[in-house]
């Protein structure tokens, strides 16, 4: 396959470079100039194209909570967004990928399911603690690019830690040389305001009151202070305070945020209601300008999707304390940050693909294989037509989930082809191009 006249983000180029892309073996043999070939020639004259998506948060559900997502069409969400490689968690799956044993019967279920290339995090909960510690985290060592944690978790079968558990996981992952994801909010804080609120009222404003920023504050806080102690490897997923992200600036301690709170705050809570129930919710409106100045100054690293969708009677209980909270983002995550970061001028090109899928590579141990357009890397590609804008509408989402906060937005550029290891997987004309399966579980490399 010969990919021409294609405006192509190079890395560490500041504008788009009109070259040839050659693929053999799944792989980029050759970039350049008038490159011929016979046979299977994609010509794309006006389209942009980046380094195929990475999305290193997600929940596709499967085994266990498949009512919700699975992993097929969940990667089918995620290839129509532009995403060739997702991470998902070990938590919202039964049973959760805390030892070997769960982790094998996940893949069992799994291992003809994906469209997109995959990786799975082992994660550490209380009951890690009541079984094998640390012997779960040693033997989930070589399948894993790190471990998720909790401190404050509303799962009864993936419990949350308490600090000085917590700092033992550290110390821990440190030996494994493995980092550690925190879902970063006050337990007690978390747990206290919400028995006092929740007789107080069901609307958006009082889940956002039990979940404030000092409760993510307190937590990164006390997260970064025991990481330095331990001197370990520490990520902070799903920032949603501006403060809380600027705690990890001169540290080596990294973070990602979400699109959700790069967009939305507590007022759009209030108006909108359960579908952009997230936790941590969204929050006050400086938050968002915040996030992308430390986005685009690289004090967070990247961005997710968190991508956690659930059917609309979920989202529609009664009360927002029961109403679930998470919405669909793999699809949406690249375009989003295409138009609403890149185009608008809050991020620049360079930053776009670091946050997209460099950024990510480097972080879980693939960027030998994926986050840029380079020689001898897997042939993973997003397509842009930027001269097609679209509009979200929910009802036409792959992913089993049709609730999402962004419907009706207008987004500038269109994704209108993705190709992971050379074969074209999602075309916006036909859809998806290839069966479940092909996707691929990655391991990461030391």
């Not at 590609?381 to 979200?392: E, G, H, L, Q, S």
């Not at 609730?403 to 209108?416: A, C, D, L, S």
Request: net charge neutral; hydrophobic share 35%.
């Amino acid at each position: 396959m010969i990919i021409k006249n294609g405006r192509v983000a190079l890395p560490g180029e500041k504008v788009f470079k009109v070259v040839d892309i050659r693929i053999e073996r799944e792989q980029i043999v050759e970039i350049g100039t008038n490159l011929s070939g016979n046979k299977n020639i994609i010509d794309a004259k006006g389209i942009i194209v980046l380094p195929g998506g990475i999305d290193p948060h997600v929940h596709f559900d499967e085994p266990g909570y498949t009512y919700r997502e699975d992993f097929y069409h969940g990667s089918c969400a995620a290839a129509s967004g532009g995403i060739t490689t997702v991470i998902d968690m070990p938590c919202t799956s039964i049973p959760p990928v805390i030892n070997k044993v769960n982790l094998q019967k996940k893949l069992d279920v799994i291992e003809n399911k994906s469209v997109v290339d995959f990786g799975l995090y082992g994660g550490v909960s209380a009951q890690s603690f009541e079984e094998s510690f640390p012997g779960y985290m040693e033997e989930l060592a070589g399948s894993v690019p790190g471990f998720k944690t909790y401190f404050a978790s509303g799962m009864e079968s993936f419990e949350q830690l308490n600090f000085y558990q917590f700092r033992k996981v550290l110390q821990e992952a440190k030996n494994l040389g493995l980092p550690v994801l925190l879902h970063a909010e006050d337990y007690n804080y978390v747990k206290t305001a919400t028995e006092s609120l929740i007789t107080k009222g069901n609307q958006p404003i009082h889940y956002y009151k039990s979940r404030p920023e000092a409760a993510e504050i307190s937590a990164v806080l006390t997260a970064v202070e025991l990481a330095e102690e331990v001197n370990a490897d520490l990520h902070i997923v799903h920032i949603g305070t501006a403060k809380a992200g600027e705690i990890l600036k001169g540290s080596k301690i990294t973070g990602e945020t979400a699109p959700h709170y790069l967009q939305f705050d507590v007022r759009d809570f209030v108006r909108i209601g359960s579908p952009l129930k997230v936790t941590p919710p969204v929050k006050s409106s400086e938050n968002r300008d915040g996030l992308w100045r430390l986005l685009a100054d690289g004090v967070i690293n990247f961005v997710a999707s968190d991508h956690a969708p659930c059917a609309l009677e979920e989202k529609n209980t009664g009360s927002i304390w029961t109403d679930y909270s998470g919405i669909p983002g793999s699809g949406t995550l690249l375009p989003y940050m295409f138009s609403e970061g890149f185009v608008k001028g809050k991020i620049t090109l360079k930053r776009l693909i670091e946050v997209t899928s460099e950024n990510a590579a480097k972080r879980y141990g693939i960027f030998h294989k994926k986050g840029s357009i380079e020689l001898g890397k897997d042939a993973d590609f997003a397509f842009i037509d930027p001269d097609k804008n679209w509009v979200v509408e929910g009802k036409k989402f792959y992913s089993k989930g049709k609730v999402t906060p962004f419907e009706g937005m207008e987004f500038k550029g269109r994704i209108i082809k993705t190709i992971l290891r050379g074969k074209i997987i999602y075309d916006s004309e036909t859809g998806i191009m290839v069966q479940g399966g092909y996707g691929k579980l990655f391991k990461p490399s030391s």
